[in-house]
């Protein structure tokens, strides 16, 4: 079975705009297009819907089923509780209400676990506890792959740890990371786990159950939806954790970590994404099966089709002595972003690609830990070229030309 990307295509309006005709979109790791399925959500909710929800009147009933909609449909996807999951503005604004949350039960020398790989989102919140009295150890990448070892983190991991926090996968390193693995060593040692998985989402949703982490968040605006944030918090924890929402919504999971009002439209959107699932598999299958098999089944057909498209570009940039690539070398077992220090700012050669019809983008995107651990100079930072499923091979040969080009 392989993807059928002109099906694909068809599903995102922005593929049938005018000014985006030979225009091969690179930068999808800093935010994708957006699926005809949320967009026709969230138009009707603004047009038919836009009252306060869960109110007697229709509209506002309606209203109300379509937010519950969308968290019940994306809990089923992620194989998880529909009260497990909750929306946030970002997925920095969630992580940052968590710390809070953490700092409040936490006790004065016990520890969190923190990466130098992470995007600044799972990274800066959580160091900021410091001035609680809290330890903060860094489990370091490798300065020469970007690799994080798990025997680096059985180093660090003691019974004062209460939390690791680590990607599901770098978005400059771009290597997928052993999540459940993770995950078992630091239950082990008593730890809960943090997950950021904004970078890996937009490749497939990932069955968060099976995976086992106690927290799991990522961006809906990079995985074909609206600007939210998606979290999951496995009951046990979120119970646990001290309420950080209105004192009335303290016994309601799906509203102890979102203190600010939600997004109704939004919210209600997001349903969207589940709807592309959906419409995905059933055109490229035909077995009946539940929510969390159907995104399973999608999630392994966009990985193929992204590791057979991503096999020349990494080929490419390795055959290059003026480029360094950063992260694994080979496509299996990584994301397609793909992070290039050059020896001129990253910035300029994505403005250069632009002439080419390439949208790609410069910098430390975030990540600038990261960086400056693999001794990449800040001041160049990076080229990024990150794709996802929708991307063709005609895009990929699209860029190779334009790098031919530019390098």
Known sequence: MTLDTDFVRSQFPAFEVPSLQGQAFFENAGGSYTCAPVIDRLTRFYTERKVQPYAPYPASQLGGAEMDEARTRMAALLGVESDELSFGPSTTQNTYVLAQAFAEMMQPGEAIVVTNQDHEANSGPWRRLTARGIEIREWQLNPETGHLDPEDLEELLDDTVRLVCFPHCSNVVGEINPVTEITALAHAAGAFTCVDGVSYA?????????????????????????????????????????????????????????????????????????????????????????????????????????????????????????????????????????????????????????????????????????????????????????????????EVDQLLNALDAVL
């Open 202 to 394: 937009p490749h497939g949703f990932p069955d968060v159950g099976a995976l086992g982490p106690d927290i799991y968040l990522f961006s809906a605006y990079k995985t074909y939806g609206p600007h939210q944030g998606l979290m999951v918090m496995r009951r046990t924890l979120g119970n646990l954790l001290p309420n950080q929402g209105h004192h009335f919504n303290g016994d309601a999971l799906t509203k102890r970590f979102t203190p600010a009002g939600p997004d109704h439209a939004q919210i209600a959107a997001c349903a969207g994404m589940a709807d592309y699932v959906d419409a995905l598999y059933a055109h490229h299958f035909t077995a009946d099966a539940g929510p969390k098999a159907r995104g399973q089944a999608v999630h392994d057909l966009m990985r193929a089709h992204e590791e057979v498209l991503l096999t020349p570009l990494l080929e490419a940039m390795k055959a290059r002595n003026s480029v360094r690539l950063i992260g694994p070398e080979t496509a299996s077992g990584r994301a397609p972003t793909v992070a290039l220090a050059l020896t001129r700012p990253g910035e300029a050669v994505a403005e250069a690609l632009a002439a080419h019809g390439i949208m790609a983008g410069g910098g430390d995107f975030y990540a600038g830990r990261a960086l400056d651990a693999m001794c990449v100079d800040s001041e160049l930072g990076v080229l990024r070229l990150s794709f996802t499923h929708y991307t063709t091979s005609g």
